[in-house]
């Protein structure tokens, strides 16, 4: 079981003397094996992560609350943070590595523009009249887009319309703030270009490249910057009817030009859920956050059953074992996951 016959049960830290602690405490080092197993447990990583969801119903009202109590010049952004309770208030995680928010702004309202190292999505979850710019790009926010903030890029929040318009963040900020790298910088607003944002012009089908695209030199790490619901919904109808009963209806959101993930940290993907099947996806060793567009049902993440509706957005944590399942009508769900930043560690895993 062990080969060099060690024990299972390492020393504990009151096994030491006292003095001997003391003296490496006042030297600032410390016994690696009373931690060993903590900080490596055998087979299965530990997880204070919970399964849980965050119902919109009663999530909305505390977000129209803080549009009455905080103006946006209080708050810059007006984001209520979801926390996992296996994490506590204070660290601001839905998962240990991803960070989620619901953002709510108002009619003539900005949310000044500013840049910074962590990476940020958007994703629409209710309203109309909104945009966020990004280098200059202005993109609309209808419910379901998706809009990309990479690292270091500029943008700003804005909304032309009526009523209030809320979206999701998710941000890689727990792995970047831990690395203490995170910082904002702001600025002036930008001028924002004419044009329509690249999803309507240069990257409109899927498989077509603008052709000097090919040549390396031209080549932006960010080439598509917004998501559209409607071609990612059409896209996931379609994909449903050539797809087999029990494989996923799923569609991953890439860099037209190379394929890869539209992030380096985060991975994002849409799903049709079928109408009344079970549907278990393989664990994976990522952590993810799921989010309802449309549709209702319930997911079973490690043995505790959570129900879900539109607006809900779900923890997952890693290795977790997942039975989701859709009722009255399909419904189509948005993943985030860390995916990305496990495989660029050279360790990610599915089982
Ligand atoms: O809208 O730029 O939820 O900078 C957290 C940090 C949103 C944003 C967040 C941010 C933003």
């Known amino acids: 079981m062990n080969p060099a016959n060690h024990s299972d049960a390492l020393g504990r830290l009151e096994d030491l003397p006292a003095d001997y602690i003391a003296d490496m405490t006042a030297l600032s080092i410390a016994p690696l094996w009373p931690q060993l197993r ?12 919970q399964p849980f969801v965050w119902h919109y119903a009663e999530v ?7 549009g009455e109590l905080t103006p946006i010049e209080k708050a810059e952004r007006r984001v209520l943070v979801l926390c996992n309770p296996g994490h506590g208030i204070e660290k601001l995680v839905a998962t240990p590595n991803i960070y989620v928010g619901m953002q709510l702004i108002l009619p003539g309202e900005v949310a000044p523009n500013h840049r910074h190292t962590p990476s940020a999505v958007r994703f629409v979850v209710e309203g109309e009249g909104g945009f966020t710019t990004v280098q200059g790009e202005k993109c609309p926010m209808h419910k379901g887009d998706l809009i990309l903030t990479p690292a270091g890029l500029w943008h700003e929040h804005g909304h032309e319309g009526k009523g209030p318009v809320v979206w999701l963040d998710a941000l890689d900020l727990p792995m970047v703030y831990s690395m203490e790298a995170s910082y904002a910088i702001e600025g002036p607003s930008q001028n924002a270009r004419a044009e329509l944002d690249a999803s309507q012009t240069k990257y409109r089908r899927a498989g077509l490249v603008p052709f000097e695209s090919l040549s390396l030199k031209t080549r932006t790490a960010y080439p598509q910057i917004r998501y559209p619901w ?8 379609a994909l449903d009817k050539g797809t087999p ?6 569609l991953a959101y890439v860099n037209p030009e190379t394929g890869a ?11 049709l859920l079928r109408d009344g099947l079970d549907f278990s996806p393989r664990p994976r060793s990522a952590s993810s956050v799921m989010h309802v567009i449309e549709g209702r049902g319930e997911s079973e993440i490690d043995g505790v059953t959570l129900k879900w ?43």
């Open 60 to 66: 909305r009202p505390q977000l129209m609350r803080a």
């Open 245 to 250: 009963k029990d494989a996923a209806v799923q």
């Open 230 to 237: 409607v071609d990612v919904r059409e896209a996931l109808n």
């Open 261 to 271: 993930p539209c992030l380096p940290t985060l991975g994002f993907s849409a799903q």
């Open 309 to 351: 509706s539109e607006g809900d957005t779900v923890a997952i944590p890693t290795h977790a074992q997942i039975k989701h399942r859709a009722s009255n009508g399909n419904a189509y769900l948005f993943h985030v996951d860390d995916a990305p930043t496990q495989r660029a560690l050279g360790f990610y895993q599915e089982f």
């Open 38 to 49: 903590g900080l490596l447990p055998r087979g299965k990583p530990a997880r204070a992560t």
